[in-house]
């Protein structure tokens, strides 16, 4: 496994990946990142390793994000998760740019519209944040409920898409 930071608008990323793909994209205070020699060892990405084209693909679409010259990421990602977490996640992916839905509304599209908690932790759990846009997630009066970069950061993304969405 490989990082890379990065600095951004939302403070410094971490990324991580290994040959299969993007594994992480972590703010400095993420709720649920590992440290990144507890559970395996992150080495740092040097440019020789198999990661190194996923890591500079990553950055470079995330600048082009914060800039508001990229609304949507084509990187292959290898999120470590369960299964169903692994299908949230996926759901995640096809909310459009700019767009918010709730934990309700997401638990009927996935066919449970009891699993609205599931799909709150599954959404909390998510290691590829602003890139598997879980930060689109709302709670079902609009107020802005949990996020593992803390809801300022949320609260930021979601602005910075509506001005980047009025431009177009």
Not at 63 to 86: I, M, N, V
Not at 104 to 112: K, Q
């Amino acid at each position: 496994m490989f990082f890379l930071t990065i600095p951004s608008p939302v403070g410094e990323l971490t990324l991580a990946a290994h040959e299969r793909g993007l594994v992480a994209v972590y703010f400095a205070e993420h709720k649920h990142a590992p440290e990144p020699t507890a559970r395996r060892p992150w080495l740092p990405d040097d440019g020789a390793n198999s990661a190194s084209p996923t890591l500079r693909a990553a950055r470079e679409q995330l600048t082009a994000y914060f800039a508001g010259e990229r609304t949507a990421f084509d990187l292959p990602l290898a999120p470590e998760g369960t299964p169903f977490q692994q299908t949230v996640w996926a759901e995640l992916r096809r909310i459009p740019f700019g767009e918010l839905t709730s934990y309700g509304a997401l638990a009927r599209r996935l066919g449970n519209p009891n699993a609205t908690r599931a799909v709150g932790a599954a959404n909390g759990r998510n290691p590829l944040s602003i890139v598997v846009p879980c930060h689109r997630v709302v709670g079902a009066d609009g107020s802005l409920t949990g996020f593992g970069g803390g809801i300022e950061r949320k609260r930021w993304l979601i602005a910075h898409e509506a001005r980047v969405s009025a431009r177009r």
